[in-house]
């Protein structure tokens, strides 16, 4: 995952050669996207759709697996930058198009068009997040991420597909709200909205019996709904960004109207 550059590009030069196991995983998460993209060329949305999650489960190991066998690289770090720009770049944008956005040429020649640049400006998005992110390696307070992060921003696009496919309902059904989601999408992550990283989650510490039960509850419903709960934790988790900034800025409004003067 990007987030986890910070700590591999800290590592120091290594010799020649390239590390196994946590290029293996990156090379997997590559995979996935541009299996999603050869299955939505062919029709198979849904199978696009999960390839992406996968990709997206195995870029968020790829940094772990090398954190605990010690073999962070420089290498490591820009080749997951590129994994990440196709399987959470292009892969979103081409799969959303196929499925749903070619169909606006319906409607019109400036609706098709509008269709193809709406899934340009979201890889273009892609893109700009992750050179910004590369950018700020050391300089961001890591408890927040500037702007919605990649994979969360194509977990949203794709679970759109895999939810509303399981349900039988086309992408020509869905092909303006598909336009709405993907420049909503492109657009939060470059956006300077603060989204929670959770990396200063420490999973060693003592939690409340209850929180077992909350996360054990949530891959049970997993499980059931994979489709739809995976999206409405993605969607929420989207929205954080703009609640959490008007939230902060209604606090600001009442404390100074509280301020004497």
């Known amino acids: 995952m990007e987030e986890e550059h910070q700590e ?8 020649r050669g390239i590390y196994l196991l946590p290029n293996l995983l990156t090379t997997g998460a590559l995979f996935g996207g541009f299996y999603a993209i050869v299955a939505a060329m062919n029709g198979r949305y849904t199978a696009a759709a999960i390839a992406v999650f996968i990709a ?43 499925w749903a956005l070619v169909h606006l040429h319906d409607l019109g020649w400036f609706w098709a068009k509008a269709g ?3 899934a340009f400006i979201y ?33 949203v696009m794709m679970g759109t597909v895999w939810m509303w496919e ?20 492109g657009g939060l992550m470059v956006s300077g909205f603060s ?13 409340p019996f209850v929180s077992v039960i909350v996360v054990l509850s949530l891959f049970v419903l997993i499980a059931l709904w994979p489709s739809i709960v995976l999206y409405a934790l993605f969607v929420l988790y989207t929205l954080s960004g703009p609640l959490h900034f008007a939230w902060r800025r209604w606090r600001k409004f009442r404390q100074r109207r509280v301020q004497p003067g």
Do not use: C
Not at 85 to 91: K, P, Q, R, T, Y
């Open 195 to 207: 989204y929670y990283s959770f990396k200063d989650i420490d999973l060693r510490k003592r939690v």
């Open 123 to 155: 890889a273009a998005a892609a893109a700009l997040r992750l050179a910004r992110f590369n950018t700020q390696v050391g300089i961001q307070d890591k408890r927040f991420f500037q702007g919605l992060p990649s994979p969360s921003a194509a977990a």
């Open 56 to 98: 997206m489960v195995l870029d968020g190991l790829d940094g772990r697996v090398a954190r605990m066998t010690n073999t962070q690289s420089a290498f490591g770090a820009e080749y997951d930058s590129l994994s990440d720009m196709v399987s959470f770049g292009l892969a979103p944008a081409l799969v959303m198009y196929q």
């Open 166 to 185: 399981q349900f039988s309902i086309g992408g020509r059904t869905m092909m303006v709200p598909a336009l709405v989601i993907t420049l909503l999408s």
């Open 116 to 118: 193809w640049l709406a």
């Open 8 to 15: 591999q590009r800290k590592a120091a030069r290594h010799p």
